[in-house]
């Protein structure tokens, strides 16, 4: 059964192949294959608009499902891609049926990695798909006390969110700052101190040393300072790992071949814009046209109703001049190395993006962010 291109990960970065590939005039029969029961959607509204309740699944949908119609792209939705015979150029499926392609796009995305020793409480809670998302929504209520595990983006996100909605919240973090890949560290305490002023408690460099639980719930966090944290529900959001484990020979190996090319997340992105355009990227490649420039990705973040926008990868000693008002949650700062600028911040700015943007691109020696494989 079908030929063609069938992408494997009904996320962002299939979408944005199938999208190219009919507007590049692919004529050939397109099929994206997910495990999920639900059509592609969008995710970064799952710990904003969605878990506050502002948007129903339906509006974070990328087509209708007409437009799949219309465009002659099948979804198999509900059977996940479980290994592959790069010889008969098969793509095997859970459900033990096999689907053959001319391309294969590896889209699979990440998974929200585990707390050890946590499996058997039913308050834990992940997010990464719309399911988990409806999940956690629907235990948070005013008083709720949440604790969420990890101040990376996502943690940052859902902090904020769940304060909002009345939830007592505490933020751990392992590191004595969040996000050190992300944020110099005078905008790490810069958000952490934006938390606390919202009342979130925020504890950082602290570790869990033990689990505190009564049969299938947890009840509270024994941390390595000796201290106790009480909680109703937690959110485990400690970092992801890609879905690659059903690849015979890993990503890497696998997109030298001219058939098979990788995107987005499971590629080693882990943000909407690199994901975006490495879908689209893909597209090209199989259309046979040559590889676009690589723009100069970046992330965006929500927390209590300011956006925070990042470009680049600041290290701790490189030097930060701040413009505008932080204490206003108004402000952008650019990150320099050997006055070279390397990195920027815009919080509560989008005007400024575009140009902080033509400014880090036209510095890059080197372009930060990985190519589509
Ligand atoms: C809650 C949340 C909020 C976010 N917010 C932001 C944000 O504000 N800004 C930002 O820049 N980025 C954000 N991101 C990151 C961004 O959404 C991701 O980088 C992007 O979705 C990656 O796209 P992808 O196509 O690689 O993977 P995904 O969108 O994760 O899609 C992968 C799909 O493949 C499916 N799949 C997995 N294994 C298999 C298999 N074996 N067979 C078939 N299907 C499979 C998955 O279930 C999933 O549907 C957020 C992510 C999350 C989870």
């Not at 010889?87 to 049926?97: P, Y």
Request: proline share 6%.
């Amino acid at each position: 059964m079908s030929a063609g291109v069938v992408i494997a990960g009904g996320g962002l970065s299939g979408q944005r192949c199938a999208e190219a590939l009919r507007q590049g005039g692919y004529g050939g029969a397109i099929t994206i294959v997910s495990n999920e029961a639900h059509p592609p959607y969008d995710r970064p509204p799952l710990s904003k608009a969605l878990l506050a309740g502002e948007k129903e699944q339906t509006e974070i949908s990328f087509r209708s499902a007409d437009w799949y119609e219309e465009q002659g792209i099948e979804l198999l939705l509900g059977d996940g891609a479980a290994g592959l015979d790069v010889e008969r150029r098969k793509l095997l499926l859970e459900s033990g049926a096999q689907v053959d392609y001319e391309h294969l796009v590896i889209a699979t995305g990440s998974r929200a990695r585990q707390l050890p020793g946590s499996e058997q409480y039913e308050n834990i809670h992940s997010l990464r798909t719309l399911d988990d998302a409806i999940r956690l929504r629907d235990v948070l209520r005013p008083g709720k006390r949440l604790v969420v595990l990890g101040a990376g983006l996502i943690g940052q996100e859902v902090a904020a969110t769940a304060i909002g909605h009345g939830a007592e919240v505490t933020l751990i973090e392992a590191e004595p700052l969040p996000l050190a890949r992300a944020l110099h560290p005078e905008m790490a305490q810069w958000l952490v101190d934006l938390q606390r002023e919202e009342g979130v408690e925020v504890k950082l460099g602290a570790r869990v040393a033990e689990l505190i639980g009564d049969g299938d719930r947890l009840e509270a966090l024994l941390l390595d300072d000796g201290s106790r944290v009480e909680l109703d529900e937690m959110l485990v959001a400690i970092g992801v790992i890609p879905n690659s484990d059903w690849l015979p020979d890993g990503i890497g190996l696998l997109t030298a071949r001219p058939d098979i090319h990788g995107a987005g997340d499971v590629a080693g992105g882990d943000h909407w814009e690199l994901a975006a355009h490495q879908g689209k990227a893909v597209a090209h490649a199989i259309l046979g046209q040559g590889p676009a420039p690589v723009p100069f990705t970046g992330w965006w973040s929500d927390v209590h109703g300011v956006r925070l926008q990042g470009l680049g990868q600041p290290a701790a000693n490189d030097e930060i001049v701040f413009e505008g008002s932080p204490g206003e949650r108004d402000f952008h700062a650019v990150v320099s190395r050997d006055g070279v600028p390397v990195a920027a911040l815009a919080v509560g700015q989008p005007r400024e993006i575009p140009r902080l943007r033509k400014l880090l691109t036209e510095h890059a020696s080197t372009q930060p962010a990985k190519e589509a494989a």
